[in-house]
């Protein structure tokens, strides 16, 4: 491994030696608990996860974690896919995808993708410029994580009529490689041809409590489920749905875009915080989430 890399990989050997005993501990409790919603976004953004990066001990660390809960969220194991990304220093480098599977009454399934990763210490795409320091990611994309592993729980729990792939993919940040990888798996496995929609959550937790905003970017082409105009379910949650048209070449949609898939890229929006350090827990709007969840529940998932 490359001279930079091993700094960060050394230092962040020490600080996660604790994390990685307390994980080892944790691994037969994991079916019994599942820490809250509310927790797992704290946990992955604590610093001794680094901000999440893809390619780093950090990110390995984190993917053992994420697959852990998504065990205890499905109550089986989800399948590690591994794949090569190249790193903002031309570098190649190793990340990892896990994907949970949830059989369903059909063999018709639901994708749900969130990304994991995040941008470690810094690095070009950071916008807090100069500053060496742990970027934790709250909304992006720890939000989106600790979402879908609501939705896996809670659909577990229920009868369900189609069949669910829950997605956390990671090296996003250093360019949507692990949607594409995602797709690729979706590909090989045969699954693109039973998928009825993709649905990425990125940033889902900055909800404003003035506007209740929830963005949902589609293709020009694809039909939105459960919209503003079928006024039956709007009782079953409480947001605003705002659809923006746009091709998705800038979201991990993109892949699944261009494989014909309906694809839908989920959010409640930018703001001054991103891809800063002061992308922090506390200023998440947990309430909104859990309206996104309702929203999602209300018009995507049966
Ligand atoms: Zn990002």
């Not at 699944?256 to 827990?281: K, Q």
């Not at 309430?287 to 309702?294: A, K, N």
């Amino acid at each position: 491994m490359e001279r930079t890399s091993q700094n960060l990989l050394g230092r962040g050997r020490a600080a996660l030696l604790p994390l990685l005993i307390f994980l080892a501990g944790s691994h037969l409790s994991a079916q019994k608990s599942l820490p809250s919603l509310e927790e797992r976004i704290r946990i992955l953004c604590a610093d001794s996860l680094e901000g999440r990066r893809a390619g780093t001990v950090s990110e390995r660390i984190t993917v053992r974690l994420v697959a852990e809960w998504m065990t205890s969220a499905i109550q089986r194991p989800p399948i590690i896919d591994t794949f090569a990304f190249m790193d903002e220093d031309s570098l190649w480098r190793k990340s990892y995808n896990v994907y949970g599977i949830l059989p369903g009454e059909v063999d018709s399934f639901i994708v749900l993708i969130a990304h994991y990763d995040h941008l470690g210490w810094g690095g070009i795409r950071s916008r807090s410029i100069g500053r060496h320091s742990v970027h934790p990611g709250a909304d992006d994309n720890a939000s989106g994580v600790s979402l879908i592993i609501e939705i896996a729980a809670s659909l577990a729990r229920n009868l369900r009529r189609n069949s669910y792939l829950f997605a956390l993919i990671s090296a996003h940040e250093p360019g949507l490689w692990g949607s594409q990888q995602a797709a690729k798996f979706l590909r090989e496995k045969r699954y693109d041809k039973k998928t009825l929609a993709v649905v990425v959550l990125d940033m889902v937790g900055r909800m404003s409590p003035e506007s209740s905003k929830l963005y949902i970017y589609h293709p020009p082409s694809h039909n939105i489920p459960c919209t503003m105009r079928s006024t039956s379910r709007q009782t079953l949650y409480s947001l605003t749905p705002k659809l923006e048209e746009s091709d998705l070449r800038f979201s991990d949609c993109f892949a699944f875009v261009e494989m014909g898939l309906p694809c839908f890229l989920i959010t409640t929006g930018y703001h001054d915080d991103y891809h800063r350090i002061s992308d922090t827990p506390d200023k998440l709007n947990y309430e909104g989430i859990y309206r996104v969840f309702d929203y999602l529940r209300a018009c995507y998932l049966e």
